[in-house]
């Protein structure tokens, strides 16, 4: 039983510094693997899907050097095996960027299909048909997807829908196809720009990441670089919320300012104050929010991975908000525990329909994935009272340190992982 135990009430105050981003690390440790020279990689969060990520890189025999908690170099000259074990693509499933990695190395590559996710149904089709259109076989055989090819050849790509997982994996394995390939409706993400920045500088040759077409020349080899991974927008837009909900002021440290202006906008149009520097934000919630509507997009539109964090906030905003979540169909399982904390939401099809309230109280709830836990988090923090979080196994696949992060901030949080530890808890907090 390993839970995050809170006592709501404080406003957070202070600062705190955003590590990088998980998102992009997962695709740049894929593509690490890309050269047989040495990667090094910094700035990378310490979070349980990055080292999940790092076993498997290790077990198909790349050699990885763990130098510091943010700090790795990768060798995958040593890769013996093209062929990844399916425990490691059960616990992330951005395993599958291994497929683009090994595929344009290699012309060849062995990835268990992922599994359903609990935030819905996540095919994977259009990163198929992308390296079908390279001149990839990719066949579905025992539960796994096996691609093959005598030689990659550039292609022009035309995405059916915005996807970041599709745009990455057809990227990297384009970098090392014949002749060049062309990428429309490709995802904007800053996460997509720094994959290919770090591809770039490891002599990739790829243009026009972070707009919808991407245009990639394909090299015959790839070499070493020392790369920093981009900050976190998310893990930054999280302590956004954290500030706005408990009517805290928080500087936050290390970001892209741009690359959180969707959430900055919402924010700012609710009645946080916030001020920009070059790499930091502060936000600053001194009275009762107002209700706003949301809708999550694709880049740069609302992101849907701030979905419940921002509805957290907007549970206890006077009026009645609507947040419509276009992305992932089943990203609403924490409107249920949020109603055992007291807030009003009902959810409608692909919408959920918030009654601001004064205040929550804290109760026991469960996290339903990453994103849901750490906006169950921010709703305790909020909350009068004690609250419970079950599932925190969620929380830290995604946030390093979350909870001393938020204590650094004054939030009385603690991990725990017994009844006594979490009585000692209530007894110390009073
Ligand atoms: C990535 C992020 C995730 C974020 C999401 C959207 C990682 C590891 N995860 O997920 O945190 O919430 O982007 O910003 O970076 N789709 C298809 N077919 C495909 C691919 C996608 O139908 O082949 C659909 C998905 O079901 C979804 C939409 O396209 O409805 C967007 O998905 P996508 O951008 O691919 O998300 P991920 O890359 O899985």
New binding site residues.
């Given amino acids: 039983m390993e839970q995050y135990i809170i006592k709501g009430g404080n406003p957070l105050v202070g600062e705190v510094e955003i590590g990088g981003a ?3 690390a ?2 740049i440790l894929a593509a690490a693997i890309m050269t047989d020279e040495t990667v090094r990689i910094d700035n990378l969060p310490d979070v349980r ?1 990055i080292n999940v990520l790092l076993e498997a890189i290790e077990m198909i025999g790349a050699t990885v050097d763990r130098v510091d908690r943010h700090t790795v170099r990768i060798n995958g000259s040593t890769i013996g095996d093209v062929s990844v074990d399916y425990e490691y693509i059960k616990k ?3 395993s599958y ?1 291994l497929l683009g990695a090994l595929l344009g190395k290699y012309k060849k590559a062995e990835v268990p299909l992922p599994g359903g ?1 609990n ?11 992308g390296f079908r259109a390279l001149g990839a076989s990719v066949d579905i055989l025992h539960g796994a997807i096996v691609a093959r090819a005598s030689s990659l050849e550039g292609s022009h790509i035309f ?10 994996n057809i990227m990297m394995a384009a970098s090392m196809a014949r002749g060049r390939t062309i990428i429309e409706n490709a ?1 904007r ?1 800053p ?1 997509v720009v720094d994959v290919a920045n770090f591809l770039n500088s490891m002599g990739a040759n790829i243009k026009g990441a972070g707009t919808d077409v991407i245009r990639i020349r394909g090299v015959e080899q790839l070499h070493a670089t020392d790369y920093s991974i981009v900050p976190d927008m ?1 893990e930054a837009g999280t302590y956004m919320t954290a500030a706005a909900a408990t009517k805290g002021d928080i500087l936050i440290k290390n970001v892209i300012p741009k690359h959180l202006e969707a959430t900055t906008a919402k924010l700012v149009e609710i009645g946080c104050q916030i001020e920009e520097f070059d790499d930091a934000v502060r936000v600053i919630a001194s009275r009762r929010l107002r209700r706003t509507h949301v809708k ?1 997009l ?2 740069p539109g609302f ?3 701030m979905q419940p964090q921002m509805a957290v906030v907007l549970t206890m905003s006077e009026g009645t908000s609507i947040v419509t979540e ?4 089943n990203r609403f399982k924490y409107a249920d525990e949020l109603a055992r904390m007291g807030a009003d939401i009902k959810v409608e099809g692909n919408s959920a329909i918030i009654d601001g309230v004064e205040r929550l109280t804290g109760a026991r709830v469960s996290a339903p994935d ?2 849901a836990g750490a906006a169950l988090v921010i709703a305790g923090l909020a909350a009068d009272g004690i609250t419970m979080v079950d599932d925190i196994v969620y929380v830290q696949r ?1 946030y390093e340190d979350f909870e001393g992060k938020l204590s650094s901030l004054g939030a009385n949080i603690q991990r725990v992982f017994s009844e006594k530890e979490a009585q000692k808890f209530k007894l110390r907090i009073g």
Avoid: W
Wanted: glycine content about 6%; some cysteine.
């Fill in positions: 998980k998102n992009a997962l695709a899907d992330i499933r951005a960027y996710c935030i819905g149904s996540r095919p994977i089709d259009q990163h198929l048909k995405l059916d829908m915005v996807s970041v997982g599709a745009t990455i995802a993400e996460h998310i999550t694709p880049y992101p849907t991975d276009s992305i992932f169909e990453l994103r995604g």
